[in-house]
């Protein structure tokens, strides 16, 4: 397969393979004209994203600005009801400096909802011609981002589609790719055989402590990350869960560790650290699937290999979803929504090394503006909530 | 397809069904041939020798959790029989793997 992918050229020299105008709102009560200022493009890269809380939160800020900043963006619209919390002004001049179009309507001082959602749609209109103006250039496997998760696990996905996605990690990151795995919570029991991966004894420490926190936490919560249906799809612990979520980082050496909104400053294999530090203040680390695809792109992932086995047929705002299905039941279940049939494995149809390198290919296709079935389907799933981080230390991430 | 259970590594006491398997359905086991006595759902576990009450559960030649009694050869292996050393197991009625079809 010929690379040659053509980037959205952005000013801080990233580059990005959509080209999208988001609109954010900043508290739950601006979502609703947010989203209808969106309902307004139907057909047309326009994206809802949003935090709904009313209190100030320093990660959802940076998370916030990271990804209104993202390469994939290329404007942005926020909508503020006037009385939250939610720095607009930090956000917008983030935005501004970054050369991007930006425009922050206050619902209280815009007429109310019908006003606001009219200049939305004006300003959106306006911005969707700028945006296709932006320089397009090309771009290489080495200038990708590239993150995975596994959600709606079961005992294929540690089998067939999470090795599978490990292989094609092993295949861009040889390729010079950035690529970040995730959820410390899942690799409980993982930690020592991780840490030995590290390209640096430190970094080693680094990655063993961050399970360790991962599994105070969750012992805190009185529950493991483990859904019900893990278990009906046949995962019985935490740990069997674990050692097969672990499988889909291959067999890279491990360049660094990463939290959400830290970019990798090179290619390379990484790990986010996705539990909150401190004392357990607001809950779940991630209450759900989408939380964490907002953390990996919030990191610049340009688009997220998703594995599953009980069926999930989520997509994201910003980034492409690829979907890898570990289970050839699901996979002839909901076809219409899966971009690869890693069941062939478990069926002895085709080797981890053969889909590994279908799901490598596809991910240079979709780099080339090949749409995936979530993006097909119109999905573009966000959420954003509450957490508390530290700094990262100085023994995570590599020397540039 | 070949066998239809997966031993993933030659140190595991579990092996993983590939596809689900019926009652009756034949498997070898490390003491011999073996008829199963209930359905296994397609990535369920069952013991591949007996397992003693306490003894780890190794899969992917690596420990996914421990026995909390006696397990016999050929039966199925999940999160009645076996516990994490880490945090306990959330499931609903559905966890044995044979009821899925009905929400589906």
């Not at chain 1, 589609?161 to 993982?190: H, K, Q, V, W, Y």
């Not at chain 1, 799901?359 to 503006?369: F, N, Q, Y």
Request: with cysteine.
């Amino acid at each position: 397969m010929t690379e040659e992918i053509t980037g959205y050229l952005r000013s801080d020299g990233r580059k990005g393979i959509r080209n999208s105008v988001v609109v954010a709102y900043l508290v739950e009560c601006a979502h609703f004209v947010a989203s209808k200022i969106v309902a307004g493009f139907d057909g047309e890269d326009v994206q809802l994203i949003g935090f709904p809380g009313c209190f100030p939160n320093e990660y959802a800020a940076r998370v916030m600005e990271q990804l209104c900043t993202h390469p994939n963006v290329g404007a942005v619209l926020f909508v503020s009801l006037g009385c939250e919390s939610f720095d607009k002004v930090r956000v917008s001049t983030a935005v501004k400096n970054s050369g991007r179009p930006v425009e922050t309507l206050v619902i209280q001082k815009s007429g109310g909802t019908a006003s606001t959602v009219q200049s939305g749609r004006d300003w959106v209109q306006n911005a969707l011609d700028q945006v296709a103006k932006v320089d397009r250039v090309p771009m290489g496997v080495h200038e990708l981002v590239i993150g995975t998760i596994c959600g709606g696990s079961d005992g294929t996905s540690g089998i067939s589609g999470n090795p599978a996605a490990g292989r094609a990690f092993d295949l861009l990151i040889g390729e010079g790719a950035a690529c970040i795995f995730e959820e410390t919570g899942e690799m409980i029991s993982c930690e020592d055989i991780m840490a030995e991966r590290a390209v640096t004894p430190e970094l080693g420490e680094e990655l063993r402590a961050a399970v360790q926190k991962a599994e105070r936490y969750y012992d805190t919560l009185g529950y493991g990350s483990f859904a019900a249906g893990n278990a009906a799809g046949g995962l019985s612990t935490i740990e069997e869960k674990s050692l097969g979520a672990y499988v889909k980082s291959g067999d890279s050496r491990i360049s660094g560790l990463i939290k959400p909104g830290d970019v990798p400053p090179k290619g390379g294999l990484y790990l986010m650290d996705v539990v909150p530090d401190g004392e357990v203040r607001f809950g779940f680390p991630n209450i759900s699937d989408n939380a964490e695809i907002v953390e990996m792109i919030a990191s610049g992932a340009h688009l997220t290999l998703f594995v599953t086995g009980r069926g999930s047929v989520v997509g994201s705002a910003i980034s492409p979803v690829i979907k890898i299905c570990a289970n050839p039941d699901t996979y002839r279940a909901l076809s219409g929504d899966m971009d690869v049939n890693a069941g062939d494995i478990i069926e002895g149809r085709r080797t981890i090394d053969e889909v590994g390198q279908e799901i490598r290919d596809l991910v240079v296709s979709v780099a080339k503006g090949a749409e995936t079935k979530s993006e097909a389907l119109g999905h573009r799933e966000f959420i954003l909530t509450y957490k508390t981080f530290e700094p990262i230390g100085p023994s995570c991430l590599p020397a540039v | 397809m070949s066998a239809p259970f997966l031993h993933l590594h030659p140190n595991d006491n579990v092996l993983v069904a590939r596809s689900t398997a019926p009652e009756g359905a034949k498997v070898v086991l490390e003491g011999g041939p073996f008829v199963l006595t209930q359905p296994i759902p397609l990535a369920h576990k069952i013991a591949y020798r007996d397992i003693a009450a306490g003894e780890r559960i190794l899969k992917y030649g690596m420990p996914i959790g421990i026995a909390t009694q006696d397990i016999p050869a050929g039966a199925h292996v999940h999160i009645h029989n076996i516990r994490s050393a880490y945090t306990a197991t959330y499931a609903l009625d559905d966890a044995n793997g044979l009821n899925q079809g009905e929400t589906k």
